[in-house]
């Protein structure tokens, strides 16, 4: 982000406010306002088309890339920070918002130099500080043990629980604020699936997480907020127990306790 | 929640594991009945029949508890479908404890109708005609998932022990002019204490039904201490 903004607190915190968002004359979110607390693990669900990735994507500014969508009212704070601002550059937004995928997508190198790559882009070059990196970012992410015999060996022979792992990885290293998570264990094995939500669980001391998804087990195991959004709307937004145990909103617990979906 | 749920086999399993709580509560209410019944008319049949008639509800109880945990295996309800199950497993443990009562009461009621006629049974009538009704509510706050009428029965109990205390007294006061009938005495005595307790279960299910209704849990509230005064000091606490 732009250095030369104000001065935010350092807490991480996104703030979501009066968000329009449309694909070509199609509004796709409509009048969100989400305040998301930093150190904390907020989950999106809701049904397929109901703008939950759209609103991720917003947050680091991917549909930037597609010609047609835009914000068409309100914005998106992180810090205090405005993130639409003109003076905004994407690609240090984007190093302070990394984005773990639904499928992992591993550079076609070997392990070190997956985690490696966006620490070199930042221009360190010195091998024992790169060194030192990558092992943190492996480390952190719970996959040393794993691959500390064969760093040098391509990351496409790493399992898929562990090649996500390593996207993780990858995101950490560059030491982002806030990391969002579209779907991210949805190709994963349940033990799979286990490591990478006691990642989770490890990684919010550090990082504010975003994670979509569409197992309301997961989004009741790992969350500590849950927001549920349907045809663009958010219609509830509460801690995670209460949404579970007494939601406020009849639309939610129809969905939750699978009314339709 | 009435609208259907996109797998069939959960609503069916659901509406399966209501129903089965409803056919225990009526055992466990005609249990009670007919050792009522037995004890206010001398019927020796009709208390054996309590007594043989309770591995029913011990079963329904077991087939409950199994019922609820296939289905949070198998569909991880959450919210009020989860409150449901629960409450349900809560609900035929309470009947099951009632059923108890009632083979207790029977029991007793055997006894009492292999002496003289005791005059005094007459008492219980009015304890059980109460509890019946508490226990008639229980179970609509359970089906309709009513807080308000679940949250009421803990009042409406006080009525019952005081009734109960009532007739501990004067049951006691004829121990000790009576000597010879003291046996059949304690036997009442011990009825009337199983009609109270009928009335604390009823009470729990009440709980219960206002935790499935409004998620609220009531339980133990009389015994948490009241929150301290605003701007009060240690020393505006009475001795």
Redesign the interface.
Known sequence: MDANSQQPPDNASVSVQHLDFCYGSSLALKNIELEIPAHQVTAFIGPSGCGKSTLLRCINRMNDEIPSAKITRGGIQIDGVDIYQPSIDVVKLRREVGMVFQKSNPFPRSIYENVAYGLRLRGLRDKASLNAAVEEALVASALWDEVKDRLHESALGLSGGQQQRLCIARTIAVKPKVILMDEPCSALDPIATAKVENLIWDLKNDYTIIIVTHSMQQASRVSDNTAFFYLGELIEYSDTAQIFRNPSVRKTEEYISGRFG | ?T?????RE?DKGMVSLKSDVLLMASLARQNLERAMRSLLERDLDLARSVIADDSDVDDLERKIDQAGIDIMVR?????????LVITSMKMAHNLERISDHAVNIAKRSKKICKSFPLDEVGLAEPLYSLASKLLRDALMAYTDANAELGEGLKVRDRELDRMHKQMITTLSGRLETSPGRSENLLHLIFVARSIERIGDLAVNMGEDSVYLGD?RDIRHEHSKPSPAPQGGSESDTPA
Do not use: K, Q
């Open positions: 929640m609208s259907h749920h996109i797998l959960f569909f991880h309800p959450v919210a009020s479908d989860l409150r998620a």
